[in-house]
């Protein structure tokens, strides 16, 4: 497989652009690899400047559930771009994917919409603070919630590689106003709680987390922390960033029976285009401005052409037996890819339609487990894969994403390859 036309444009982007990249993990160096420079994705598959074509699992970090350019979005994003790409003024758009979120996430009976989940998440932190008037912010080890300096503590995803728990930049004062605590461990929460339950305003969690890859909550996790938050006055942040309308239409809160004060939301919410949420309970949601004193803006923030193909996507998505079909084919692969992954040493952790394959054989419910994966058998097997034209999230810390455009003799051949892979 050539790679010549993606080299030429990773050293034309090196000139002009920090890393050549702009995201980090997009470099693959974690996984030895060169960066892929993609030309074209429709469906499961991306083709890149070389014309080599690649089952994309990895799906834009699981914005498409419904595949690449799905021909129903595109003809609302058509349709919307015709009359202006965005205006800094409302819009009838906006409103219409509001209703839609507030629908089918009761929990946000306010929205306000920006244009990434870091920015999401560091407003409904800003809000949360706000509204309890406290300063710590309790979030979970492997859990990344954006690049947010306050939120840059013992994160998971490509923060996970760095050499310290925060990034280089950010104060020692703003970390200090962050707890990080190993996620699925109850008792160190309520020890938090016990120390500091005055001064902390808002408990931030993956409701699933995907950023040390997929790793699920113990039974009683989350219950718990809608409990001791209730006690405590301090509010609960779901960041579905990932998890909102992917493992249901209701995202993790409506699968798991847990209700969040403040919910974030992001990738699926804008059909492929830069969009995010945040929003929550009314009262809550009264603070910002131009009603309250917590001030948060975005001359983007609800454009036209992003919220009418978010729109169009959960209108899609809540058509009758879409997510009961897309479970079933994922209950079928991730059958067969278990019980072939333990042959060969290595752990599926699964929840819907999002998986990971760790490199471990021991079980991996937190971010200490998930860093003793064996990284570098990983990065040979996305070597790989790549080679055999599929492409994963390249990273050990992170979630891969089934579409209802991968087809079953796809999803087959997948299974055939790590049979083959040692």
């Not at 559930?65 to 771009?81: D, E, M, Q």
């Not at 919630?145 to 998971?156: E, F, I, K, P, Y």
């Not at 278990?338 to 290595?346: C, L, Q, R, T």
Request: with cysteine.
């Amino acid at each position: 497989m050539r790679h010549t036309n993606s080299v030429q444009a990773y050293e034309e982007a090196l000139r002009y652009i920090s890393g050549g990249v702009n995201s980090p993990v997009r470099a693959l160096r974690s996984v030895g690899a060169q960066p892929l420079f993609i030309r074209k994705a429709k469906g499961d598959t991306l083709t890149d400047v070389d014309g080599n074509r690649f089952t994309d699992f990895c799906l834009s970090w699981g914005v498409f559930i419904l595949g690449h350019a799905h021909p129903s979005v595109n003809k609302a994003i058509r349709k919307a771009v015709s009359n202006g790409a965005s205006y800094g003024i409302p819009s009838l758009p906006e409103t219409a994917l509001a209703r839609l979120v507030n629908q089918h996430f009761p929990s946000m009976e306010k929205v306000r919409f920006v244009s990434s989940g870091t920015e999401a998440v560091m407003s409904a932190v800003r809000l949360a603070r706000g509204f309890t008037r406290r300063s710590i912010i309790l979030k979970f080890d492997g859990c990344y919630h954006g690049h947010a300096d306050h939120l840059l503590v013992s994160a998971g995803s490509g923060v996970a590689g760095l050499s310290r728990a925060s990034s280089a930049g950010v104060p020692e004062a703003f970390a200090a106003c962050t707890l990080s605590l190993p996620f699925n461990d109850a008792e160190a929460v309520a020890r938090a709680f016990r120390e500091r339950g005055e001064d902390i305003a808002a408990v931030v969690v993956e409701p699933v987390p995907a950023n040390m890859g997929v790793v699920l909550p113990e039974n009683d996790f989350l219950p718990f922390l809608r409990r001791i938050t209730a006690q405590h006055g301090a509010l609960l942040i779901f960041d579905e960033v990932i998890t909102g309308f992917r493992l249901s239409i209701g995202g993790a809160q409506q699968l798991l029976g847990v209700r969040p004060d403040l919910t974030t939301l992001g990738k699926i919410v804008g059909g492929g285009f830069p969009a995010a949420a945040f929003g929550g309970r009314s009262d809550v949601m009264a603070l910002l401005a131009p009603d309250g004193p917590v001030y948060q803006a975005g001359t983007l923030s609800g454009n036209p052409v992003a919220m009418s193909a978010g729109a169009k996507t959960l209108q899609i998505l809540s058509q009758k037996g879409y997510y009961a079909g897309l479970e079933e084919k994922a209950d079928r692969f991730f059958a067969e890819l278990s019980e072939v992954a333990s042959g060969k040493g290595v752990r599926l952790n699964r929840m819907g339609s999002m998986f990971t394959l760790f490199f471990t054989s021991h079980p991996v419910r937190s971010f200490a487990d998930a860093k003793r994966a064996d990284q570098q058998r990983f990065g040979s097997f996305f070597r790989y894969m790549l080679a055999n034209n599929f492409y994963l999230s390249p990273s050990q810390l992170e979630a891969n994403f089934l579409s209802s455009a991968h087809s079953e003799r796809t999803l087959g051949r997948f299974i055939s390859l790590l049979k083959h892979f040692s």
